[in-house]
C-alpha cells in the first residue's frame, strides 16, 4: 500500500490539489503496478512563515 506525501507552501486551490493527487496516484500505480484504490496521498500545506532555508524563513 504505497503512501506518498506531499509537503508545500500553502495556497492551492482543491482544484490543484485534487489534480495531484490524480496524477501522482495514476503514476504510482505505472511505477508499481498496483491500483488505485491501494495508493494514499496525503497533501501538507505549510506557511511559509514555517518553512525555512540557509537560516531564513521564506516568509
Do not use: N, Y
Amino acid at each position: 500500500m504505497p503512501l506518498v506525501e506531499i509537503k508545500w507552501w500553502s495556497g492551492r486551490d482543491d482544484a490543484t490539489k485534487a489534480k495531484t493527487i490524480k496524477l501522482v496516484t495514476e503514476a504510482v500505480c505505472e511505477a508499481c503496478g498496483c491500483a488505485p484504490d491501494a495508493v494514499t496521498v496525503i497533501i501538507h500545506d505549510v506557511p511559509k512563515a514555517s518553512w525555512g532555508k540557509g537560516g531564513k524563513p521564506f516568509a
